[in-house]
């Protein structure tokens, strides 16, 4: 399997990697206070820490839910935690021309589940030259990642993630599958990185937005890690029921570092 080279740390070797943060950027001080205490926990453990936030959520249930600060405040944002917390960062876009903007500030450009297949988004990733980590749709196979990854790779950028949330299944649920770990890893030879919040998600649960439930977060997690996982992905927030979206499914800062421990643990005693 590669291995991704991400400033002073390799995700996919030895140590696990967690990228955390907000679902959508709300505000500086909520980042701030996030991440902040996001690295203090990671640095506890010895744990690599990639901040997470977005400054859009563009594929929402309706146009009333919340999107984020943008492009322009939401990469200011991103950009003072990078240089102030010294952690590197990822977000999401929703649109090619967003790439070579968002590569001057995000060490990780993500591509959001829905738009997965999208050709023209994944190029303009790939042509930044920074890391891309790849969000597998909800409605493919891990075998189906092959190809869309093979974009990515054959346009000149191999440095390359695949998160995944799990698979829909009927109507409004999302089952997860965990030897799409194995397959990932071992036949498409990419880091998998397992999205544990996004995999309780409800889409539609409120009618008009996502629900989701988040006490089975970290049963997810653990079972990710446990088959192979190199990296887990966590919307995190300090009061996630006051959060502006996807809050249902966003664990609270502070139960984190329990969380975050046991899973590191796990991730140990598979490496051994």
Do not use: W
């Not at 820490?49 to 929402?60: C, E, I, M, P, Q």
């Not at 042509?127 to 990854?149: H, R």
């Not at 194995?182 to 649960?205: K, M, N």
């Not at 995190?236 to 984190?256: F, I």
């Amino acid at each position: 399997m590669n291995t991704v080279k991400l400033n002073d740390f390799e995700i996919g070797k030895d140590k696990l990697t967690i990228l955390a943060g907000p679902c959508a950027t709300e505000s500086r001080e909520i980042s701030f206070e996030t991440a902040s205490k996001l690295k203090e926990i990671c640095k506890k453990l010895d744990i690599n820490f990639v901040f997470k936030t977005s400054f859009d959520k563009a594929n929402r249930s309706s146009l009333e839910s919340y999107r984020g600060l943008g492009m322009e405040k939401g990469l200011e944002i991103l950009s003072e935690i990078k240089k102030e917390l010294q952690v590197p960062v990822v977000t999401d876009i929703h649109e090619p021309y967003q790439a070579e903007i968002t590569a001057k500030v995000a060490d990780i450009i993500q591509i959001p589940a829905f738009l997965c297949r999208q050709t023209d988004l994944l190029v303009a990733a790939a042509k930044t030259g920074k890391i891309v980590n790849i969000k597998k749709g909800q409605f493919l196979s891990p075998y189906q990642m092959k190809s869309i990854a093979k974009k990515v790779a054959d346009s000149g950028n191999n440095k390359i993630l695949i998160t995944d949330r799990g698979t829909t299944f009927g109507y409004n649920n999302l089952v997860v599958d965990m030897r799409g770990v194995q397959i990932i890893q071992e036949e498409l030879h990419y880091p998998y990185v397992f999205d544990a919040t996004h995999s309780v998600q409800i889409p539609g649960g409120h009618g008009g937005s996502s629900s989701g439930d988040r006490k089975f977060v970290p049963l997810l997690a653990k079972s990710a890690v446990a088959a192979g996982a190199k990296a887990l992905f966590f919307e995190v927030h300090p009061n996630p029921d006051k959060a502006l979206c996807d809050g249902d499914n966003m664990l609270p800062v502070d139960e984190c570092e329990n969380i975050f421990k046991i899973c590191n643990d796990i991730f140990k005693l598979v490496q051994k």
